[in-house]
């Protein structure tokens, strides 16, 4: 079965750092890329970045850039996302999804990508 | 960033009735357009990816369609279980943005 698999929720203090996790399983985790969603409370989907695993090349959203890291470590087929120091507004459910790509031909060959596995949520609560 | 936009933002519906939802992108986005619900207190479950490509697995009483700038979410017969949260997401450009929302609930 195809799984992503997170890591439990958090609880800490602004100033703090966290690193949170996602371990892929049943499928060639260095195949997909692996993006971060964040969902704050009563609010709508956030979409952070993504990282390929296979060479842990990352984009982001200028939203986030800065703010936090996403990294990833193939041998164990688990990526990962962390700040340095948090604030009580990264208040939030993060959710790692996996990034997969589809061909279709036309004319040319066109690529579609949308997230089609995703992991239940990392809960991270900041309060002091 | 590619801003995107949904309508209604909610709506009350009954068990059978057809629903349409409407989302928009503020430029261009061929058909990189997804759809995916979320319940209450559940990660997000894709439905449709390139604009009408149902995924599989997904009963087919949802469809997508669209291209460019306006795209829609339709469930030709609303069942309990649809009662959830609908968002549309580009995939065309990064960063992937998602439209705000669209909550569906029973009449």
């Known amino acids: 079965e195809v799984q992503l698999v997170q890591s439990g929720a958090e609880v800490k203090k602004p100033g703090e750092s966290l690193r949170i996790s996602c371990k892929g399983s049943?499928?060639?985790?260095?195949?997909?890329?692996i993006s971060w969603v964040r969902q704050m409370p009563g609010k709508g989907l956030e979409w952070m970045g993504r990282?390929?695993?296979?060479?842990?090349?990352?984009n982001y959203s200028p939203s986030f850039q800065g703010h936090v890291t996403i990294s990833a470590d193939k041998s164990i087929s688990t990526a990962y996302l962390q700040w340095s120091s948090l604030k009580a507004s990264d208040t939030a459910m993060y959710y790692c999804?996996?990034?997969?790509?589809?061909?279709?031909?036309?004319?040319?060959?066109?690529?579609?990508?949308?997230?089609?596995?995703w992991g239940k949520g990392t809960t991270v609560t900041v309060s002091s | 960033d590619i801003q995107m936009t949904q309508s209604p933002s909610s709506l009350s519906a009954s068990v059978g009735d057809r629903v349409t939802i409407t989302c928009r992108a503020s430029?261009?986005?061929?058909?990189?357009l997804n759809w995916y619900q979320q319940k209450p207190g559940k990660a997000p479950k894709l439905l449709i990816y390139?604009?009408?490509s149902l995924q599989s697995g997904v009963p087919s009483r949802f469809s997508g369609s669209g291209s460019g700038t306006d795209f829609t979410l339709t469930i030709s017969s609303l069942q309990p279980e649809d009662f959830a949260t609908y968002y549309c997401q580009q995939s065309y450009s990064t960063p992937g943005t998602f439209g705000p929302g669209t909550k569906v609930d029973i009449k």
């Open positions: 390139a604009a009408s």
């Open positions: 049943g499928y060639s985790f260095t195949s997909y890329w």
């Open positions: 999804a996996r990034r997969r790509r589809i061909a279709v031909a036309g004319g040319a060959i066109y690529y579609y990508y949308y997230m089609d596995v």
């Open positions: 430029q261009s986005i061929s058909s990189y």
């Open positions: 990282i390929d695993p296979s060479d842990s090349y990352t």
